[in-house]
Antibody, heavy 120, light 107 residues
């Protein structure tokens, strides 16, 4: 069955960096678009970034541009999010999500999320 | 960025009720709309895409309609497992954007 397992979250000071990983299994990872979506505590969902199946097309939300970098390793069935210059407002649960086969920007499978806390 | 506005932000309903949630886009998005359900402490679950196509495995009491700027999610006969928060999301253009959510609570 499809599984997405995030890791790498934790407590980091403002201005610090963190690298999130998402290990995928149960499907042909290289066939699917992937995204990161976050949710601040008690708040709604916010899309962070998207990467195409081959990694050639990438988009970011405006507030993450220049600070976050999405990447993937199709040989290792893994998705990554490098987060630099972290701010308190980046505190959230970060989910990796798979784009659907037919509608690649409708997310049909999500991981359980990893919590990133930015605080001094 | 396209702004997605959901209403109401919360509602109280009883098991068996018919519930309708509205999502409005700040500009036309054709039918590029998704609905998710999220329960506390869990990841969102895809319910519907292209505004009205039911995701595999989702009960038929869920239905969606609309195109352009106005969309609705209807639960025809609310069940206990449907008490959750519902989000719409547009995928017409980047950045992808979500509505603020509608929390469906037990009356």
């Amino acid at each position: 069955q499809v599984q997405l397992v995030e890791s790498g979250g934790g407590l980091v000071k403002p201005g610090g960096s963190l690298r999130l990983s998402c290990a995928a299994s149960g499907f042909t990872f290289s066939d699917y678009y992937m995204s990161w979506i976050r949710q601040a505590p008690g708040k709604g969902l916010e899309w962070v970034s998207y990467i195409s199946s081959g990694g050639s097309t990438i988009y970011y939300a405006d507030s993450m541009k220049g600070r976050f970098t999405i990447s993937r390793d199709n040989a290792e069935n893994s998705l990554f999010l490098q987060m630099n210059s972290l701010r308190a407002e980046d505190t959230a649960v970060y989910y990796c999500a798979r784009g659907g086969a037919d509608q690649q920007l409708a997310f049909d499978y999500w991981g359980q999320g990893t919590l990133v806390t930015v605080s001094s | 960025a396209i702004r997605m506005t959901q209403s109401p932000s919360s509602l109280s309903a009883s098991t068996g009720d018919r519930v309708t949630i509205t999502c409005r886009a700040s500009q036309g998005i054709s039918s590029y709309l998704v609905w998710y359900q999220q329960k506390p402490g869990k990841a969102p679950k895809l319910l519907m895409y292209t505004a009205s196509t039911l995701q595999s495995g989702v009960p038929s009491r869920f239905s969606g309609s609309g195109s352009g700027t106005d969309f609705t999610l209807t639960i025809s006969c609310l069940q206990s497992e449907d008490f959750a928060t519902y989000y719409c999301q547009q995928y017409y253009s980047y950045p992808l954007t979500f509505g603020g959510g509608t929390k469906v609570e037990i009356k």
